[in-house]
């Protein structure tokens, strides 16, 4: 990247987290250009200064702009971020990836794990298009969209094994209301990114139940304990899990009716079937995509997730809501650790 132009970022796409993300780096000074499948999505943004379908009541930079053309939005990028469904990352990215400049780091938004294969989206984005990981980054942490476009405070952590890169990062994207810390530790912040969502399912479907506050910090408290089992057995460090992209992410995502894995869980608690919320949630909850493939690596690598396990049976029908309340209050007492 020249030391004589701002840094560019080609942001993919423009949806809720997307649209906020491509305001924070625009606002930060890099020169971003967002890509929206839809033409009059692109176009608002790109006259009116909004994203219509989203925050329709919220001004945009007057530098943002957007196009519906990958390989325009592509070129010239120090930077691809990536906020898409993290089960559709491999079909996109592969149609994407001829576009990728050689030095481009590739940024994840994405806190999933893609199901059958039970990666990481760092992992898949590596497998994909065969980048090193060393220009693969995160960007993770307790920050809820709606927030952030009104400018309200905020932080997160940015990883990647090459510290550098994650510093280069940082710089993109560090605004007055948005304060990037540094971490290499990409594997802690990617789970508890996507273990944090089913964690929100739970204490959602408790607050749905009425089953009151105690047992919705139980939930946040023994799921951050689940959470960093599973973290640590695969790599990660765990003091990342009591960080930004861990605890902070968890309480925001569990505690805020801004979120949708805790909004989903509270249909399911309430008696909605699992089509029933997904209808009346609207948008990707990736805790209910994820649930199985996390369970997975729990599996693979011996972890003891009762939270998981308990409310994937349920996302299943393997369970009703009282069995699977029953099912973890009746766990063996043991030590707290």
């Given amino acids: 990247m020249s030391q004589h132009r701002p840094a560019r970022a080609a942001v993919f796409s423009a949806g809720s987290w997307g649209t906020a993300v491509a305001k924070i780096m625009t606002d930060a000074g890099t020169d971003v250009i967002a890509y929206a499948r839809r033409g009059e999505i692109a176009d608002a943004i790109n006259r009116e200064h909004r994203n219509p379908g989203y925050f329709p009541d919220v001004d945009l930079p007057p530098t943002l702009t957007a196009t519906t053309a990958p390989a325009t939005a592509l070129d010239g990028a120090d930077f691809l971020v990536l906020s898409i469904p993290a089960q559709s990352l ?112 739970a204490v959602g479907i408790a607050s749905g139940m009425g089953l009151g506050h105690n047992a919705q910090a139980m939930l946040i408290t023994r799921g951050l304990a689940e959470t960093t089992r599973l973290a640590v057995a695969m790599g990660a460090h765990p003091a990342t899990l009591a960080g930004l992209a861990g605890l902070g992410d968890l309480i925001a995502t569990c505690s805020s009716p801004l979120s949708r894995n805790r909004t989903f869980g509270t249909h399911l608690g309430k008696g909605l079937s699992v089509e029933e919320a997904t209808a009346a949630t609207r948008q990707t909850t990736e805790g209910v995509k994820s649930a199985e493939a996390i369970l997975g690596l729990a599996q693979t690598h011996g972890v003891d997730m009762p939270i998981t396990d308990v409310v994937t049976a349920l996302l299943n029908g393997k369970v009703t809501l009282e069995q699977a309340t029953a099912a973890l209050m009746q766990r063996p007492p043991k030590p707290e650790r």
């Fill in 90 to 201: 491999r079909e996109s990215l592969a149609s994407w990836a001829p576009h990728i400049g050689r030095d481009t780091v590739i940024v994840s938004l994405m806190k999933g794990i893609e199901r059958d294969t039970d990666l990481r989206a760092s992992e898949v984005i590596t497998e994909v298009t065969d980048i090193p990981a060393e220009r693969v980054a995160v960007l993770s942490g307790p920050n809820l969209a709606r927030e952030i476009m009104a400018g309200r405070p905020a932080a997160a952590t940015v990883a990647c094994p090459d510290e550098a890169t994650a510093i280069r990062l940082q710089r993109a994207c560090h605004t007055s209301y948005f304060r990037p810390y540094t971490s290499t530790d990409v594997t802690g912040c990617e789970l508890g990114g996507a273990v944090k969502n089913v964690i929100a399912l």
